[in-house]
């Protein structure tokens, strides 16, 4: 395992070297590095934003979408671009992906919040509101290049949970209605995962879509490790070889499984009450890079084979999960009541 020498804001993976955002007393800047942190180009500088908040959202081509304070930019050229603004100041862009050839980036923070199509001009394709009345935001969005469907997961505490497009975005259905509330999106041949984000469960899980039966099993997990019965939050799932690398907002950790099931911590950052955001997997060629928002961990795939293999560093165990299991459908029957409640009252009123 290496360590970036640098604070890293945000990173990808651009084959065997990293891209990354990098802050100082300055502002930003852009910089490809090696996978040992040695500096290869330093692409470009930006004075006049302050925040401690960035991300590198997609690398298109020679073009790079970054999303810093509540503004999206797009860097090409040696020159960054303000392209869009969020909705509200403390909003931002978390998340953006690529299908069929076009680009879609996704707004966190107060309602409403957009999705959008970026090509030469940026489009707002969706609002939250516009899917789900009752939520609050946009949680994630991906792609799914087999079927040509867009995901877009939502919260909190609302009815649709994950919304789906297969129109490039123009039109919105809801997928699943139910207990259990996402934020990471994993497209992967013939199934679409979801890492739970959800108050419910405490200790976590993974929703799993059967794509050609569409079918839904869900992977109720408890933390193993330290007595911690607080919290377990994904942030990010990605998948690195015949293995599975996932980020946890609460506790700020970096785990890994085989199976989805046993869960090995790869790193753990700290016990923190508060989601964070910033804690994200990025894939590359021989490597993976773990980021936590102010450093990058690179572990090489015979590192994380290594640590999947142990017994003494598992975090994360399926459970049957019957409380929890319980508490989720009595929400869902409080929801029915609510929403049964407010026809009558209306009904009442003609």
Same mark, same amino acid.
């Given at each position: 395992?290496?360590?970036?020498?640098?604070?890293?804001?945000?990173?990808?993976?651009?084959?065997?070297?990293?891209?990354?955002? =990098?802050?100082?007393?300055?502002?930003?800047?852009?910089?490809?590095?090696?996978?040992?942190?040695?500096?290869?180009?330093?692409?470009?500088?930006?004075?006049?934003?302050?925040?401690?908040?960035?991300?590198?959202? =997609?690398?298109?081509?020679?073009?790079?979408?970054?999303?810093?304070?509540?503004?999206?930019?797009?860097?090409?050229?040696?020159?960054?671009?303000?392209?869009?603004?969020?909705?509200?100041?403390?909003?931002?862009?978390?998340?953006?992906?690529?299908?069929?050839?076009?680009?879609?980036?996704?707004?966190?923070?107060?309602?409403?919040?957009?999705?959008?199509?970026?090509? *030469?001009?940026?489009?707002?394709?969706?609002?939250? =509101?516009?899917? *789900?009345?009752?939520?609050?935001?946009?949680?994630?969005?991906?792609?799914?290049?087999?079927?040509?469907?867009?995901?877009?997961?939502?919260?909190?505490?609302?009815?649709?949970?994950?919304?789906?497009?297969?129109?490039?975005?123009?039109?919105?259905?809801?997928?699943?209605?139910?207990?259990?509330?996402?934020?990471?999106?994993?497209?992967?041949?013939?199934?679409?995962?979801?890492?739970?984000?959800?108050?419910?469960?405490?200790?976590?899980?993974?929703?799993?879509?059967?794509?050609?039966?569409?079918?839904?099993?869900?992977?109720?997990?408890?933390?193993?490790?330290?007595?911690?019965?607080?919290?377990?939050?994904?942030?990010? =799932?990605?998948?690195?070889?015949?293995?599975?690398?996932?980020?946890?907002?609460?506790?700020?950790?970096?785990?890994?499984?085989?199976?989805?099931?046993?869960?090995?911590?790869?790193?753990?950052?700290?016990?923190?009450?508060?989601?964070?955001?910033?804690?994200?997997?990025?894939?590359?060629?021989?490597?993976?890079?773990?980021?936590?928002?102010?450093?990058?961990?690179?572990?090489?795939?015979?590192?994380?084979?290594?640590?999947?293999?142990?017994?003494?560093?598992?975090?994360?165990?399926?459970?049957?999960?019957?409380?929890?299991?319980?508490?989720?459908?009595?929400?869902?029957?409080?929801?029915?009541?609510?929403?049964?409640?407010?026809?009558?009252?209306?009904?009442?009123?003609?």
């Amino acid at each position: 395992m290496k360590i970036l020498p640098q604070e890293t804001l945000s990173v990808k993976c651009i084959g065997e070297n990293i891209l990354a955002l =990098l802050k100082d007393d300055e502002g930003f800047s852009l910089s490809l590095l090696s996978a040992q942190g040695e500096v290869i180009d330093e692409m470009g500088k930006i004075s006049d934003l302050k925040s401690d908040r960035g991300r590198i959202l =997609l690398v298109d081509g020679s073009r790079i979408l970054l999303g810093i304070e509540n503004k999206l930019l797009s860097f090409h050229g040696g020159k960054f671009d303000v392209i869009s603004v969020a909705h509200h100041p403390f909003n931002y862009f978390w998340h953006a992906t690529e299908l069929n050839g076009k680009i879609y980036v996704q707004e966190y923070g107060e309602s409403p919040t957009d999705i959008l199509g970026v090509t *030469d001009k940026v489009n707002s394709l969706a609002t939250n =509101l516009q899917i *789900d009345q009752t939520s609050r935001h946009f949680h994630a969005i991906a792609g799914d290049k087999k079927s040509g469907t867009l995901f877009a997961t939502l919260g909190d505490g609302n009815a649709v949970r994950v919304a789906v497009s297969s129109d490039d975005g123009e039109s919105w259905s809801p997928l699943y209605k139910g207990s259990w509330q996402f934020v990471p999106i994993l497209p992967l041949d013939n199934r679409i995962l979801f890492g739970f984000d959800s108050g419910i469960s405490r200790g976590g899980g993974v929703g799993v879509l059967d794509m050609k039966n569409r079918k839904w099993n869900f992977i109720l997990l408890r933390w193993a490790q330290y007595g911690y019965d607080g919290l377990c939050q994904f942030a990010d =799932l990605k998948r690195f070889q015949s293995t599975y690398v996932g980020s946890l907002g609460v506790p700020k950790a970096f785990v890994l499984s085989k199976d989805l099931c046993t869960w090995h911590l790869i790193h753990l950052e700290c016990y923190n009450g508060h989601f964070d955001h910033s804690m994200t997997i990025e894939i590359g060629t021989r490597a993976a890079a773990l980021c936590t928002g102010s450093r990058t961990y690179v572990f090489t795939a015979e590192e994380l084979q290594e640590i999947a293999q142990s017994d003494s560093n598992v975090c994360l165990s399926v459970t049957r999960g019957y409380e929890s299991r319980m508490i989720g459908m009595g929400s869902q029957l409080l929801r029915h009541a609510r929403k049964y409640r407010i026809y009558k009252q209306s009904w009442a009123r003609v």
